[in-house]
């Protein structure tokens, strides 16, 4: 399979994975009204409105905020669909697929709801480490296949 066909794949599947569990955890499940659901020593679901970016950096309190984070997102998704359609390397159009798949499935919840569904909280004792969902987590793990791609993989293509 080519990297272009297993990118826009993966951009979709997590863009659908994003949005079926924010949607079956708000409109199924009712997490807000059983909330928290503990799934592990450290870990458990519970419903946080995240009005900024990654961390609840930059929170965004008026309409003009929540819109330039759309249209950021929505450029940045963009700009890096652009990049995963024309890289041959596999590794590198899946890293840009996560992120860009993580990025629409966050606008979607700005757009529809005014600030994201984060779902998954993960802490130790009385430390709380992060709150996050599936766009989130795609992300992060698009950056680390980035970092990777580019100190590991590229030296050795350009020594190949």
Do not use: C
């Not at 951009?11 to 955890?25: C, F, I, N, S």
């Not at 708000?26 to 009005?51: C, S």
């Not at 004792?125 to 590991?152: E, K, R, T």
């Amino acid at each position: 399979m080519s990297a272009t066909r297993l990118s826009i794949i993966v951009a979709l599947v997590t863009l659908g994975l994003d949005q079926a569990t924010k949607l079956y955890l708000l409109f199924v499940f009712d997490l807000f009204l059983h909330e928290p659901v503990r799934l592990a020593p450290f870990v458990e679901l519970i419903t946080v409105w995240n009005r900024g970016i990654s961390y609840g950096l930059f929170q965004q309190e008026t309409e003009l905020g929540r819109w330039g984070l759309i249209v950021f997102s929505l450029a940045a998704a963009l700009g890096l669909g652009i990049w995963m359609l024309r890289t041959p390397h596999r590794l590198l159009a899946i890293s840009l697929a996560l992120i860009v798949g993580g990025a629409i499935g966050n606008a979607i919840d700005r757009t529809a709801y005014g600030a994201v569904f984060d779902f998954v909280h993960v802490f130790f004792g009385s430390f709380s480490w992060y709150v996050f969902n599936v766009a989130d987590a795609a992300i992060v793990a698009g950056v680390l296949g980035l970092v990777y791609d580019s100190f590991v993989l590229e030296g050795r293509r350009a020594r190949a």
